[in-house]
Structures are given as structure tokens and as C-alpha cells.
T-cell receptor
Framework: QQQVKQSPQSLIVQKGGISIINCAYE??????FPWYQQFPGKGPALLIA?????SEKKEGRFTISFNKSAKQFSLHIMDSQPGDSATYFC??????????FGTGTRLTVIP | DGGITQSPKYLFRKEGQNVTLSCEQN?????MYWYRQDPGQGLRLIYY???????QKGDIAEGYSVSREKKESFPLTVTSAQKNPTAFYLC???????????????FGDGTRLSIL
């Protein structure tokens, strides 16, 4: 059973546009929600993370929105650039559990 | 530079052969993890270790073994019992969970294992 459900599977966005990736979870004990960026042949790199005491966290062009009641969180990439083309993974964990990853979203930003 | 080093980058296994993937970190992290990545399935946890000389099975431990004799090293052996070993293997490390909660995991650049 997939603990974290991620959508869409792939996404194509024009340069300068907004990329939005969504994730949903069921386990209300989850209290840590990171996003990772992965380029081909490389390991995932931590992009941004949020804990449920805030509803939004912004770092540069990347923003996490968190809706605790809906058990959903999303990544917004503002002013998307071709260099942002990569696979993005959401994940979730609790103090008792290790990280559970979504299945990934392949983002392509068209120049 | 602090980081996680995985070697080799590419590895080939013959039928009935055990192979060992290396993972070394100089981040002074207590916890280390092994994940398997297959297309369309995200990352799945194989084994993890919170402290030296102790480790636990993850979700897909069958056909794999690990050891944690040193804080810096967490090698993974893919045994002949693993019938479908072709995948991208990722090692990660993190500080131990503290009063703030779980800590970020940092990943190496992976080893791609293929069957000959």
C-alpha cells in the first residue's frame, strides 16, 4: 500500500510558468514532509521540507503548501526554468517511521 | 567536502553471485539507509541502521544483507537469493531523530546494478 500518493506522474511546463506537484497521505502521525529533486544518474537532493506547525514554507522559487486537514501537501515551482527539469519526489515520515516516498514526478520545462 | 560516497557507480552480477555495494559517509551521521529505486516505484527501504553494530530490515529486505561495523560505513550485499536485483541502489545518512523530529536524509549518487 502506497503510504504517500504523488501526482502527476509527468508534467510539462513552459519556461516562466508555475509547476505544481501534489502529494497526499493517510497516516496522521506523519510530521515531516520533505521534497527531493533528482537528476538522471544522481541521487536525490533535499530541496525543501516542512513540518505541520506551518501551512507554507518558501525558499527562493520553491514553495511547499501544507493542508493538514486534507492530509495533502504540494510543491510549487515559480518561474520554472529548463534547469529545473528533473524528477521530484515527495516523502513523509513520523518519529516512529522511516521516510515513505511518493512515486515521483518527471518535470520537463520547455524553453 | 562532506558527503556520501557510493561505489562502484556501475556493477554487473552473474547468476548465483553475491555482490557488495559500498557506502561511506563523512558527515558524522549516526543513521544510515539503503534504498532501491525502480522506474515508476519511487524509493523503497531495504535496510537501515540507527547506530553502529545495529540494523533493522526495511520493507524489501529479502535477498539482501548489511553490516555496520563502523559509523562511517554501511555496505550492502545483494545475495543470489535476490531474484530481481537489477535496480539503482541509493545509500543515505542522517542525524538521529531529536526533539524537533526526524532529520533530513542526504543521499549518495547511487550504484546501478545489472545482471549479466
Amino acid at each position: 500500500q502506497q503510504q504517500v500518493k504523488q501526482s502527476p506522474q509527468s508534467l510539462i511546463v513552459q519556461k516562466g510558468g508555475i509547476s505544481i506537484i501534489n502529494c497526499a497521505y493517510e497516516n496522521t502521525a506523519f510530521d515531516y514532509f520533505p521534497w527531493y529533486q533528482q537528476f538522471p544518474g544522481k541521487g536525490p537532493a533535499l530541496l525543501i521540507a516542512i513540518r505541520p506547525d506551518v501551512s507554507e514554507k518558501k525558499e527562493g522559487r520553491f514553495t511547499i503548501s501544507f493542508n493538514k486537514s486534507a492530509k495533502q501537501f504540494s510543491l510549487h515551482i515559480m518561474d520554472s526554468q529548463p534547469g529545473d527539469s528533473a524528477t521530484y519526489f515527495c516523502a513523509a515520515s513520523s518519529r516512529r517511521d522511516n521516510l515513505f516516498f511518493g512515486t515521483g514526478t518527471r518535470l520537463t520545462v520547455i524553453p | 567536502d562532506g558527503g556520501i560516497t557510493q561505489s562502484p557507480k556501475y556493477l554487473f552480477r552473474k547468476e548465483g553471485q553475491n555482490v557488495t555495494l559500498s557506502c561511506e559517509q563523512n558527515l558524522n551521521h549516526d543513521a544510515m539507509y539503503w534504498y532501491r529505486q525502480d522506474p515508476g516505484q519511487g524509493l523503497r527501504l531495504i535496510y537501515y541502521s540507527q547506530i553502529v553494530n545495529d540494523f533493522q530490515k526495511g520493507d524489501i529486505a529479502e535477498g539482501y544483507s548489511v553490516s555496520r561495523e563502523k559509523k562511517e560505513s554501511f555496505p550492502l550485499t545483494v545475495t543470489s537469493a535476490q531474484k530481481n536485483p537489477t535496480a539503482f541502489y541509493l545509500c543515505a545518512s542522517s542525524s538521529r531523530t531529536n526533539e524537533k523530529g526526524n532529520q533530513p536524509q542526504h543521499f549518495g549518487d547511487g550504484t546501478r546494478l545489472s545482471i549479466l
